[in-house]
């Protein structure tokens, strides 16, 4: 069985007015309510808000949280057609402050108030559907469980590197379970970007940009500014290759021991720093000669995709009802088994 992903980015802007057929589908027009008030997420946050924004590592207590997790229910619900069996996670960090909460939170949904009229549909709308379960993993786990269990079917000890937007999280997985011993957090790429900012900022007025949409332009390898287009990429490179010196390097010495090395050989990447080969060559150039640096296709979706696999196995082989939801800092992924009967409501 194939997974399909779907990706938007994490970010809302309360928009309580009308927006009508400004969106092409409904994954770049989700517009939902929380409480009586309407939200514009994702895509149409970007495209549409003034100042969209995710309090990084929110709860389940949080407005933004809530948001994205019933944005990716409504995605979810395109694809899913039986009560819905649902894993999410968080970062080693934080994860035991916030899976009571968010398993609660989620297991409690029954219905989703959005506005379809940014899609041409007709005012707001309910979406009613059923969660049978919900189990809430470190997001670290998600990612070995893919590799493990999804298309690549690794078997063998390696090393996990999980380069997030808000933390870094690193662990040693064998065929008989995670080391503890071996887990590690730090910092994740919003180091890097604020370094590249305060440098940009040296030399050109970057506005008002938030957080968020300078990771954007930091993403793409560039930002216009007063009219003209500035490249990021040494920039970018100079930010990335401190944040690695500064963070993933120490944090892996104090961690990882010879006795660890001995037992591995491959260190994998995940998340959206992998998608940067500024920090894969990083990488290489320290571990040169005894570890081998792995970065699998798509490796923002490794997470969710894992999660998926991990519903899959709760819902008793039932591909029609496992969804897998990460709510990452800077995307959230949407993760579910593809079936014959997949709408086109998602592109």
Known sequence: MKIKSISFPSVVEGYNTSLINVAKDQLNGLKIQDNGDDYIIGNLALSEGRNPHKAINSSPDEVD??????????????????????????????????????????????????????????DHQTLQFAVNRVDVIPELIGGIIAIRGGEHQRTGNFFMVSLGYGTVEIGLSTDGGIIQRTEGSGPGLRYAIDLAKKDLMQNYYVGLRTEHQFDIAFQRGNIMVNRKRIDLSEIRKHALSHYYKDVISPLIRNTWDDDDFSKANTIILIGGGAQYPEIAECFSEEFSGFANIEVPDNPTTIASRGFCIRSLNLAGGNSDAAVGIDIGNAHTTVSVFEKEYDTTIIE
Not at 69 to 75: E, M, P, Q, R
Not at 94 to 100: A, G, L, M
């Open 65 to 122: 949280y809530r948001l994205l997790a019933k944005a990716g229910i409504v995605i979810a619900a395109n694809f899913v057609k039986e009560p819905m069996v649902i894993t999410t996670g968080f970062p080693f960090s934080n994860i035991n402050i916030n899976k009571i909460a968010a398993r609660d939170y989620l297991s409690g949904l029954d219905s989703i108030a959005f506005d379809s009229r940014t899609i041409g549909g007709r």
